[in-house]
């Protein structure tokens, strides 16, 4: 297995996020999602030679979101959660793998609306952002969610892999 860089910063200042624990999680959930032969086979590591991957995560607030997805994605709301997958996004040709690391990319969540959320669907805020988290991994990877079946393709992918880590 690859070794697994990740940074996290938290600037809201409504949550103070175990930026430790979150990135436990989120180690243990690429892990997990690398050693299934669904994602394995079709993420956008497939196929290179690397000795470590990288991503960042970015906790802010929904407001932060809502500037972020104006200016780089031309859309007026703001969101729980922005995925800008720098890997899985670059064309074939122009990717790059720098001293054998490979970097995914940045996820920034919204941690008041995972407050939010956590409340409609009676969860745990720890549990919401940890979803957030498996989701915007998968987004790292380079799965999206198009279509009815792709999005039900990630939810379960989500939800075995929150099963599977957090409940060890």
Request: hydrophobic share 35%; with cysteine.
């Amino acid at each position: 297995m690859a070794k697994i860089n990740i940074f996290s910063e938290n600037i809201y200042e409504g949550w103070e996020v175990d930026e430790k624990y979150f990135i436990d999680i989120a180690r243990k959930i690429l892990e997990y999602y690398l050693e299934q032969p669904e994602i394995k086979d079709d993420c956008c590591l497939s196929g290179y030679e690397y000795k470590t991957v990288s991503f960042d995560f970015l906790y802010c607030d929904s407001k932060k979101t809502h500037e972020i997805n104006r200016e780089y994605r031309d859309k007026d709301y703001p969101a729980d959660i922005i995925t800008f997958a720098i890997f899985a996004d670059t064309e074939e040709d122009e990717k790059f793998i720098l001293d054998g690391e490979i970097n995914l990319g940045e996820v920034i969540i919204a941690l008041d609306k995972v407050i939010e959320e956590s409340e409609k669907k009676n969860v745990t805020k720890e549990y919401e952002l940890a979803f957030l988290i498996s989701h915007g991994i998968l987004h790292l990877l380079g799965f999206d969610h198009q279509t009815e079946e792709d999005y039900n393709f990630v939810i379960r992918l989500q939800n075995d892999a929150l099963k599977a880590v957090m409940y060890e």
